[in-house]
């Protein structure tokens, strides 16, 4: 799959800075995708365009657990948040919300804004295609594929449940 990077190099971008508190009201990810990443960076909904990749350092979405914070990117078209590493409960809801999270050491500081870049799932490699670099990451589990392939958990479960 090929995107282009939204880069937000800083460490420990919180749930509350993904999709703030104040919206959480709703959960259609249409309306939460046109406050997306609104209190760190104003031009992020203009800015993101379907496919795009978010690339952050590291933690990121950590703080509360929502799932507000994986839908508002899912809405606003983001393929897959790629971090140096992520909170735990962050990681799991997107895998859960079928959102591609992909854990790459140090990459916030080897992709520029705008770069595009090409991720091979299944080999293990993301291509810095404006730079020409490929950087290597944490391989992500066969089933945790299964689930983000499938569109998320509750899609998973139907998809897999016997019929008796």
């Known amino acids: 799959m090929r995107g282009r990077a939204l880069v937000y190099a800083r460490g420990h971008i ?3 800075e993904i999709i703030p508190a104040r919206y959480l009201t709703c959960d259609r990810e249409a309306e939460l995708a046109k406050h997306a990443m609104e ?14 990749f978010v690339v952050a350092g590291d933690d990121f979405g950590c703080g509360s657990s929502r799932e507000h914070a994986v839908w508002a990117l899912r809405g606003a078209g983001v393929r897959a948040v790629i971090a140096g590493s992520f ?4 990681f799991r809801n997107s895998i ?10 140090g990459i916030a500081s080897r992709v520029t804004d ?3 870049l090409e991720i091979d799932v299944s080999g293990g490699t993301i291509t810095n295609l404006t730079k020409r670099e490929k950087h290597a990451f944490v391989p992500i589990p066969a089933f945790a594929m299964e689930i983000i392939e499938d569109g998320g958990l509750m899609e998973h479960i139907a998809k897999n449940r016997k019929v008796n």
């Open 96 to 105: 859960n919300n079928g959102l591609l999270a992909i854990e790459c050491h």
């Open 114 to 116: 705008g770069d595009e």
């Open 87 to 90: 909170a735990r409960i962050y």
């Open 14 to 16: 919180n749930t509350d």
């Open 39 to 52: 209190d760190i960076d104003t031009s992020f909904v203009s800015r993101a365009k379907t496919g795009d």
